[in-house]
């Protein structure tokens, strides 16, 4: 199989960083003293970004804050967040894994996420997953985020890849339609954050566990090509 560049979103794909993220976000309402907001809740927010989370949290528990007051609990829960940013996160199953077979075939591999670049350098450092990737770029890295294709093609272009043979791996609507709109195939996972079964916004593949990712990115290429008519 010739070299491919593999995309993979951060949160709910690579890591399961749900917990810390409910932690800190449930920090910020106490602040404010309101009740926390349970994981199973939190998850569906992930995707969407720390603010939503904030929004979100504070919508469930009956207040409105002007977006000054939204700005300053972000900054707050940012701060806290990055000084407990692996408490509890950890790789899914499978993830170093494969990550390590696709570094040693010769794939080019890298990050996109909405999340802070700093913070999902840290993450990925904490983690020791720093050095496997040809590429980070978070929300704030380039003009554009996910879902604008800017952000996916932009990391690819970063991690010296080629656009005529990338594949987008992710859980959510988010990554798959960032996917659509860039032009490339993604592979969606059953495991991550999404409030809605990963299938229903039709990724080209779906897979259950890492081990799957192999043959997948070994099929995919040949059957993009074919369709294109080459």
């Known amino acids: 199989m010739s070299a491919l560049t593999v995309v993979f979103d951060l949160d709910g794909t690579l890591v399961d960083t749900a917990a810390d993220l409910a932690s800190a976000t449930n920090r910020i309402l106490a602040s404010e003293g309101l009740a926390p907001i349970s994981l199973a809740k939190m998850r569906t927010l992930i995707s969407y970004g720390a603010r939503h989370m904030i929004e979100r949290g504070l919508s469930e528990r009956g207040a409105k804050k002007p977006q000054a007051e939204v700005d300053a609990l972000l ?4 701060a806290d967040y990055g000084k407990n940013i692996a408490v509890e996160s950890r790789p899914f199953p499978g993830a170093l894994e494969v990550l390590g077979r696709l570094t040693q075939a010769g794939h080019r ?4 996420t909405n999340k802070r670049e700093h913070l999902a350098r840290k993450l990925l450092a904490e983690l020791k997953m720093d050095g496997l990737f040809h590429a980070v770029t ?9 879902p604008d ?6 990391t690819v272009i970063l991690a010296d890849g080629d656009l005529g043979r990338a594949v987008m791996i992710g859980d959510s609507d988010v990554d798959i339609l960032t996917a659509k709109s860039a032009g490339l195939p993604s592979v969606g996972v059953t495991f991550g954050y999404s409030r809605d079964p990963i299938a229903s916004f039709k990724p080209t593949v779906v897979i259950d566990h890492f081990d799957a990712l192999d043959g997948v990115l070994a099929n995919l290429y040949p059957q993009q090509l074919r369709k294109r008519g080459a």
């Open 109 to 112: 591999l890298a990050v996109c």
């Open 75 to 78: 900054a707050t829960f940012l």
């Open 138 to 146: 978070g929300r704030d890295t380039l003009p554009v985020h996910k």
């Open 149 to 154: 294709p800017g952000h996916l093609i932009g």
